[in-house]
């Protein structure tokens, strides 16, 4: 008995520990408002499309969307290009083929079809031209870091000079909001990097919402429409529990005058 309490006690004692550790090294991660946040979120329409911009202009140089094909550009719940403006963003890639009749392989403009075009032809060219590191594909990036578009948003305006206790290898960068502050790339943005065509400026602020905002689309397509189900069957359920309430009201009144 005396040795299961002194094994409980040591338990108890390390997962104290453990969070305590984790509640030091737990950052506060800029907050903004999220216009797709709650039960009625939906996202803004100019915001996507700026965002594509900051990907296409900033981030695709490095960073792949591999599950996003340019048709999903216009399609309902997304930045809503037009079919017009989708097909021209896509025709202004130009996308590998084939092979052709003659077994070789071939370029043309990309189409609605075509998956976003890749920035490397493989994980050892991207390697390479990164120091090592892999960029990594940004279709569900949201969604594979913990704290989400909060964690997105706050590292793209995290980049600090380093404390004099941090000591940072060649090509190594200090980012407050990095897990272990340590991040190969450099900061991405800067004021009025990209010109945005409906006039909005352009500060490291706005761009990092509006590329985090596309980057929450691309992980979450059908996040709107999901709202809307959840909502209609919150509305079913109010209903049903009414009609239920009344319906038990009406038989137990029966059964009340009987006795």
Not at 92 to 100: A, I, R
Not at 163 to 177: A, E, M, Q, R, T
Not at 235 to 248: G, Q, R
């Amino acid at each position: 008995m005396k040795n299961l309490f002194k094994l409980f006690s040591i338990i108890i004692l390390i997962i104290a520990s453990n969070s305590y550790s984790f509640a030091a090294e737990k950052v506060e991660y800029l907050k903004t408002d999220w216009s797709f946040k709650g039960l009625f979120g939906k996202f803004d329409r100019a915001s996507l499309q700026r965002g594509y911009q900051v990907y296409t202009e900033v981030c695709a140089s490095c960073h792949s969307m591999k599950y996003l094909s340019y048709r999903n550009l216009a399609e309902p719940g997304g930045p809503e290009f037009s079919e017009a403006q989708a097909k021209a963003i896509a025709a202004s890639f130009e996308v590998t083929d084939g092979p052709n009749s003659d077994g070789e392989m071939f370029t043309r403009p990309g189409k609605l079809s075509d998956k976003f075009v890749m920035p490397y032809d493989n994980v050892k060219a991207a390697q390479a031209a990164n120091g090592g590191a892999y960029p990594p594909d940004m279709s569900v990036l949201v969604k594979a870091r913990g704290g989400g578009v909060d964690y997105i948003y706050s590292l793209l305006q995290g980049y600090e000079e380093a404390p004099s206790n941090v000591s940072l290898d060649d090509g190594v960068y200090y980012n407050k909001y990095m897990y272990g502050n340590k991040i190969r790339m450099s900061a991405p943005l800067s004021d009025g990097l990209v010109e945005y065509g409906d006039g909005t400026n352009a500060t490291v602020e706005q761009m990092s919402k509006d590329v985090t905002t596309f980057l929450m689309w691309s992980a979450e397509p059908h996040l709107e429409a999901r709202h809307q189900m959840g909502f209609k069957a919150i509305v079913y359920l109010i209903i049903l529990t009414i009609l239920v309430y009344f319906s038990m009201k009406k038989i137990w009144s029966r059964v009340e005058s009987e006795v």
